[in-house]
């Protein structure tokens, strides 16, 4: 199973990689995605994937329910976005396509992580039911964290550190409490990077598209 979980995974890469390079400079960026930029959500998920069949929460054996802070942190990056912009900070991309790359990321996400729930059936470390494998909530959050970092890095690292410090404060309280394994965390951290890289990649092209579809005349 788990191997050919990252069959899936580097697969998935790999094909939005291939229909991207299509699209010539990504409009949000002004800039490519080479594939080297998929080495570490790959690798995120290749050492989740590879924990799967060997499932491990050390140190966080025996902690129980650590705190619920989890349910609200994940969402702390797409928070941060929202105080920066109300503060005034003005984002590398318009608005209108920061909605619509934030949209369709979260859609990818939201895909994969559900596809894989409900085709691998991991139980939860807590019992609880068989949704484990991946962590929606880490998934989330560095979804969240990479929109974040992608919108404003050219002003700060330091948004960037934010963004990331609170996805992974996400994943280990999910582990600390009971409700994911190591492999779920990791592949979900892998998975939610990767989903906003691919589309910051391939949003050019549709853009593109419906530009081009408003603007032919009706017949």
Same mark, same amino acid.
């Given at each position: ?39 570490? #959500? ?19 054996? %025996? ?27 003005? #984002? ?44 929606? &909530?880490? +998934? ?8 974040? &970092?992608?919108?404003?890095? &050219?002003? %700060?690292?330091?948004?960037?550190? +934010? ?19 190591? $492999? ?16 910051? $990649?391939?949003? #050019? ?11 032919? #005349?009706?017949?």
């Amino acid at each position: 199973m788990a191997q050919r979980i990252r069959f899936l995974f580097l697969f998935w890469l790999t094909a939005f990689r291939l229909f991207a390079q299509t699209a010539g400079d990504s409009i949000p960026t002004e800039r490519r995605y080479p594939l080297k930029s998929f080495i570490v #959500p790959a690798a995120l998920a290749g050492v989740g994937t590879a924990l799967l069949g060997h499932p491990t929460r050390e140190p966080f054996t %025996s902690t129980g329910h650590v705190s619920a802070a989890d349910d609200y942190l994940r969402f702390g990056p797409y928070g941060l976005r929202v105080a920066l912009q109300a503060a005034g900070v003005k #984002p590398a991309i318009k608005l209108g396509d920061e909605i619509a790359v934030t949209v369709l990321s979260n859609v990818v996400m939201g895909g994969v992580t559900e596809g894989l729930k409900r085709t691998v059936q991991s139980t939860r470390p807590d019992g609880s039911n068989r949704r484990s494998f991946p962590s929606g &909530h880490t +998934a989330v959050a560095f979804t969240g964290a990479e929109l974040l &970092h992608q919108a404003y890095k &050219h002003k %700060s690292p330091w948004i960037s550190i +934010a963004g990331y410090a609170m996805a992974t404060a996400t994943g280990v309280l999910r582990v600390a409490n009971e409700k994911h394994h190591w $492999a779920d965390v990791l592949t979900g951290a892998g998975i939610g990077i990767a989903s906003v890289k691919i589309t910051y $990649a391939v949003y #050019p092209v549709i853009k593109r598209k419906l530009q081009r579809h408003r603007k032919q #005349p009706d017949k």
